[in-house]
């Protein structure tokens, strides 16, 4: 089982991103998934968590310029990121506790999609 994440780019500051991160279609449910930042020289930071249930816990650094959503039908999570900074510079990385209705998937990542942003 394997996550799929995407959406990273290069980006002047204040401009906006969407990443995205998808879980495979043998997925019954996303129980758990955030993202993950890691900046070169630091240790990796939550930035953001949605829950089965629909709630979601930011980062203070990111509070009120980034929101997840989620597409269950597409078992999908977004991550909108909005007025970004120079200091939201990092691989930013999708993690995720899954159910496929037969197995429990925990703390599975995906690979890093990478995010600058330009002053």
């Known amino acids: 089982v394997q996550l799929q994440a995407s959406g990273g780019g290069l980006v002047q500051s204040g401009g906006s991103l969407r990443l995205s991160c998808v879980a495979p279609?043998?997925?019954?449910?996303?129980?758990?998934m955030g993202w993950y930042r890691q900046a070169p020289g630091k240790q990796r930071e939550l930035v953001a968590v949605i829950t089965f249930g629909g709630n979601t816990n930011y980062a203070d650094s990111v509070k009120g310029r980034f929101t997840l959503s989620r597409d269950n039908a597409k078992n999908t999570v977004y991550l909108q990121m909005n007025s970004l900074k120079p200091e939201d510079t990092a691989d930013y990385y999708c993690n995720a506790d899954l159910w496929s209705g037969s197995a429990y998937h925990h703390d599975l990542w995906g690979q890093g999609t990478l995010v600058t942003v330009s002053s």
């Open positions: 279609g043998s997925i019954f449910s996303i129980i758990r």
